[in-house]
Every structure is written in C-alpha cells, then in structure tokens.
C-alpha cells in the first residue's frame, strides 16, 4: 500500500472543522499549511506554468484552467497518472481519491461525499476576476481550492471570497494569505463566491478539487457537471 504520510497536515484541517459546520448562511472555512511544508514546496515547484493552461475568459477575464490528464474542463477526472506532472502531484492526485483522505473531509464537514469528482488548476494573472455566483449543484458537494502564491499581501483580491449575496459589498470572507492555504465551502444553494478585480501584476495560483455523493444506482448526487454548465451558462457558472 503507497504511503501517503507527509502530504496534509490533517491536524490543521481538523483545527477549522467546528467553525466550518457553523458558518452561516452557508459553511465554509480556511485552512492554514494545509500542506505539510516540505510536501507543499515540490508542489509548488511543480506547478504547471501559465502558458499550458486554457483561455477561460468565456467566463471571466484573465482566467486561466488546466485540468489533469488532459480531460476537458468540466469532464469528471479519473485516477490517473499524468506525466506532464512532477511525481509530488501525482502523489497527491492519487492520495484525493483515497478511501483516508475523502472519510477526513467527511468527518471535518459533516457533508456525505464518498468520491472524488473533478480536479483541476485555475489561475488568475492581472484584470481577472469571476462575479460573485452561486452553482447549487447538489446538498452533498465539497469544493476546495488550494492556493500556491507566495508573498500575497493582505486586502490583496485574487483569493476566492465568500458572500452573502451576488454582491462584492457582501462579503464574509477572503483569504489573506495564499501560500499553503485551502478555502473551502459546501456547495448550496447559499454558496455564493467569487474572486475581485485583480490590479497587480502577478498570478494567482489554486488547485481546485471537488468531492462529492456518489451511488451505482443514482450517479452523482450533483448530476453531470457539463449538463448542469449548459443549462445554466447564462449565469456565468463555473463548476
């Protein structure tokens, strides 16, 4: 069996748990040195540079993805290995569909996801943003964004921010500070969040990866993530 120690420093995790469960109108939380740091250092090293991504801006501008193993953007993600990607990222690609690392954000958030479904890098460089939106996808749906950009200054946009409304005056939360750090949030009906105007020259680095409920019988409890895209591309949705 592949050792897995080393990589999350679950102790930090499990730090954050009870604030999560108690966020209102919708749980959400951070995560700081989610990473062990030295295991956070080859990921940071290895992270794939700006011009292998994709041209999101056909819903924000100066949005940038790049989705593991050459899957389209929205398609689910297999557990594969990927050879554009040093051997940390591939640790830790396998290690998100472990049976350890899924059963620890199910007891951390107390939502039912049993299953990886979608793992993929976004990046934002100066004149991104996304609109505050919300996706709703389902009752059983963990999305988490790891950030991997050093020297971030507090009050800086570009992390991705909670709200209580599709407004920016609406805020509850931003991160302040990317490097080593998770934001995380339950993804329902009053899951708004966004990323603000970014006015500095620099890039906003996040590994995004969502767990979810998932049956034989019933598929995944949040449906076909590019089904629900279609449907739903007038609100400038990004799953």
Known sequence: MEDFSGIVNWENVFKE??????????RFGFIREFFHREFYEKLYEGYPD????????DLSRSQFSKIWGGFGQHDIVENIDDPNFNEYWN????YTCTKEFIENFRKF????VNKRK???FVSYTKGGFQLPHVHNVGPSTL?????FSKGWKKGDPGGTYMAKDIDESSILFEPDNLDNTMAL??????????VRYMTKDVERRANCITLEEYSNEK?????????ILETRKDDLIEL
């Open 17 to 26: 748990s009870e604030s999560f469960k108690n966020q209102k109108p919708f």
């Open 50 to 57: 700006l011009s292998t991504f994709q041209d999101g801006s």
């Open 91 to 94: 640790k830790f690609q396998r």
């Open 109 to 112: 958030s107390g939502i039912p």
């Open 118 to 120: 979608l793992f993929h």
């Open 143 to 147: 999305v988490m964004f790891s950030f």
């Open 185 to 194: 949030f339950h993804d329902s009906e009053y899951s708004i969040h966004g």
């Open 219 to 227: 598929g995944w409890s949040g449906g076909n993530p590019k089904k």
